[in-house]
């Protein structure tokens, strides 16, 4: 089994997107993380729904988690407004990672090395620089586990 033959069509925003729209594709479609292209359409980067979450998240709750408990539901409500305003290369790590990607023809192990070395829940799928697919966890472990 191939890359290219695990890979399934996902959707994708652009580094200038808005964040906030991002956010809400991954919300509404219960998705790990979205693959983040550049402005030809080539894949950058990987923006994990944790990432979204760390940056609604003020970083003194992240510090302290307790503090999330003192914090009003009042407040609690309006944290994805924190999104408002923003693109999506704001809330990537300024000290962008390797891109989690593999080539059409790589084998299921391949695929497999990459997403867990990268620790990204989805890899993109790449033939002639071009973004062919995306593989999440849940579809290499469909694979994987199959009898």
Request: proline residues 5%.
């Amino acid at each position: 089994m191939r890359a290219r033959d695990m890979a399934e069509e996902y959707p994708v925003t652009s580094l200038d997107a808005d964040a906030l729209e991002a956010a809400r594709l991954m919300g509404e479609h219960r998705m790990p993380g979205l693959v983040v292209t550049d402005t030809d359409g080539c894949p950058h980067s990987v923006l994990g729904a944790s990432q979204v979450v760390r940056f609604l998240v003020p970083s003194y709750v992240q510090d302290d988690p307790a503090l999330a408990g003192v914090i009003d539901e009042q407040f609690a409500d309006k944290v994805a407004d924190k999104l408002s305003g923003h693109i999506v290369r704001e809330l990537l790590p300024k000290d962008r990672p390797e891109l989690a990607v593999a080539e059409a023809d790589d084998t299921v192990i391949e695929v497999a090395a990459v997403m867990a070395r990268m620790r990204c829940p989805l890899v993109a799928v790449v033939e002639n620089k071009q973004l062919i697919g995306v593989i999440t966890a849940s579809r290499l472990l469909e694979f994987a586990l199959a009898r």
